[in-house]
Each structure stands twice: as C-alpha cells, then as structure tokens.
C-alpha cells in the first residue's frame, strides 16, 4: 500500500508536467472547446493502455533495446508533434459569434474521431513514455509476486490518473477559452500552442537516446 500511495504521488507529479500532452490538449481546449479537450484525453489515455500492453508483451523493451528501432519510434514522434505544431500555427480561428455559439457545443463525430486519433498518435509514439514504464513502474513490481498483475494495476493506475488531470486542465482551460472568446485571442494561442509543439518535436530529435 506505501509503494502505490508513493507511486500514485509520483506518476501524478510527472503527468502534471508541461509536455506534448500538456499542449495537445491545451491546443484542442482552446480551439475546440471543453468537449474536445476531453476527447483528447481519452486519445492520450487510450495511447497509455497501448504502451502498457506493450510493456506486458515486451515490444516496449524490444523498442527500448534496439538503436534502430528507438531512434525511428523517436524519429516518426518528433515528426508527427511537428507536424500538428504547424498545422494548429497556420489554422485560421473560427469567428467570433461562431466561437460562441459553438462553446458548449459537441464536436462532429469527424471532429471527435480526429481529436482522439492525434492524441493516440503523438502518446504512442512518444519514446519518453516507453522509457518511463521500462524504468519507472518497475520499481514498484513485488517481484516475489506475480508481475503482471501488478503492471496492469500500476499501468491502470497510470491511465486514470492521466485522464482526471487532462479532463480537469480541459475544464479549467474552457474557462479561460470563455474570458477570451476573441478571433484574435484564437489566434495567438494557436500559434503559441503550435510553436510548443514544434518545440517539443525538435527538443524529442535532439534528446539522447
């Protein structure tokens, strides 16, 4: 019980963290409203159910393990985070009566299935999150017990706490959406949110493996 209440405490602390999730969910928030931030989050916690039956299968340590394999997972990550970096930055922003009649509106099926599918995409591909459950979760396996239990239990505890927080960083950013609700203010912050994504592509190229 000590080792979940401390990895609860932990795994919170670095899904708190500003990253390509922070931004592809402020980005979807700000743009799209509440609802679609939400389905932003269930797309990152859908990317997060992968990578964890991906570490119960061994694809996560055969990815981890192989320079090639790990660089073209890194590779086709920073890529894809640029590539929605640009096309959130070039976006042009809906008008401004439209940005209030659509506020608390759901997006189109069209729109839902996007928003979920990039989130899914720019989560799996993301090599950091590989590295933390081949290092990071472990530590709190018994390993005079059954481990795979245990993974999924940890992995599990991992996905619900992501989804609390992104779903709560979506409400409070519809908040913030609602105090400006301007084209111009539209504007501005999707240029923001795609140089944050282009930022974190190029930050992920450069990283050491």
Do not use: C
């Not at 809906?94 to 608390?104: C, F, G, I, N, Y």
């Not at 090599?127 to 017990?145: A, G, S, W």
């Amino acid at each position: 019980m000590e080792n979940i209440i401390l990895f609860t405490m932990m795994t919170l602390f670095f899904t708190m963290m500003p990253g390509p999730d922070f931004a592809l969910v402020m980005k979807t928030t700000l743009a799209g409203g509440r609802k679609a931030g939400i389905y932003t989050a269930w797309g990152i916690s859908a990317g997060l159910i992968i990578h964890t039956l991906f570490a119960i299968l061994g694809l996560s340590a055969l990815i981890a393990q192989s320079i090639y394999l790990f660089e073209m997972v890194k590779y086709i990550g920073a890529a894809y985070l640029s590539y929605l970096g640009i096309k959130s930055f070039i976006e042009k922003p809906k008008q401004d009566d439209m940005l209030e009649k659509e506020e608390e509106s759901a997006p189109s099926k069209k729109q839902a299935i996007s928003f979920f599918g990039e989130a899914v995409l720019a989560n799996v591909l993301n090599p950091k999150v590989i590295l933390f459950y081949l290092t990071f979760i472990p530590q709190f396996v018994n390993l005079e017990k059954a481990a795979m239990p245990q993974f999924i239990m940890l992995g599990s505890i991992y996905v619900m706490l992501t989804f609390i927080w992104f779903s709560l960083l979506a409400y409070l950013l519809n908040h913030v959406k609602k105090l400006f609700a301007s084209k111009t203010f539209q504007e501005r912050i999707q240029k923001v949110t795609g140089i944050l994504l282009i930022s974190f592509g190029i930050k992920l190229v450069l990283s050491d493996r």
